[in-house]
C-alpha cells in the first residue's frame, strides 16, 4: 500500500540510522555499504569541499535528500547544494528533513553490488528527471565514472572516464583526480 509523502518524511527522521528512501509511494531502506563504497564517496566528498566556497557551496555525503515532488527522495552518495538552499532549509524549515527540490550542481552515486541496479535503472534517471546540472556514477571495480551532463535544450550527453582529472561543468575551478579517487 502506498504512503503519503508526509508519512515517509516522518519516518524518515523518527529513524535517522535507517537511510530512509522513497519512490513512488513505497518506503526503499538505503543498506550500509562497504569500506571501499564508503571510502570514495567521503573522499570525494572531501575535495569536493577543500575546493569549493563554503560561501557558494555545501557537500553532504550519505546525508540530506534530492527530492522530485510526487515522485521520490533520494538520499545520495555525494551531493553538492548551493549554500543560501541551505541557509533557506535551516532557517525556513529548522525541524524538518533536510530535503533540496530544486535542480543541483552536482550528484554522485557509487555503485555497489546491494543498490547498483536500483541506481542505474531508477535513482540516476531521477536525477536528471530533476534537471540536475550534472548526475556521476562511479563503479570502483571497473575503475569507471560516467558523466550525464544537462544541456541547454534539457538534454543530457553521456560520457565515460577511465582515468584523468573529472571538471564538474556547474562548479569552475573544481578538478577530481579520478586515478587518485579510485586507486
Known sequence: MPISEQTYERVALED???KWEY??????????????????????????????DLEQFEVRVDAGRARRPGV???????MVIPTPAVERMEQ???NRLEVYVDPLPLIVEV????????????KLEEYRRRGDAETWFIHPRDRTLTAWRRQPDGSYTESVHTGGAMEPVALAGVRIDLDALLA
Open 111 to 122: 555503485w555497489s553490488a546491494s543498490t547498483g541496479g536500483y541506481d542505474v535503472t531508477t
Open 16 to 18: 535517522p540510522e535507517g
Open 23 to 52: 519512490y513512488c509511494g513505497q518506503l526503499r531502506s538505503k543498506p550500509g555499504m562497504t569500506t571501499r563504497h564508503n571510502r570514495i564517496g567521503w573522499r570525494l566528498g572531501f575535495w569536493l569541499q577543500q575546493q569549493l
Open 92 to 94: 525556513d524549515h529548522p
Open 72 to 78: 521520490s527522495f533520494s538520499v545520495p552518495d555525494v
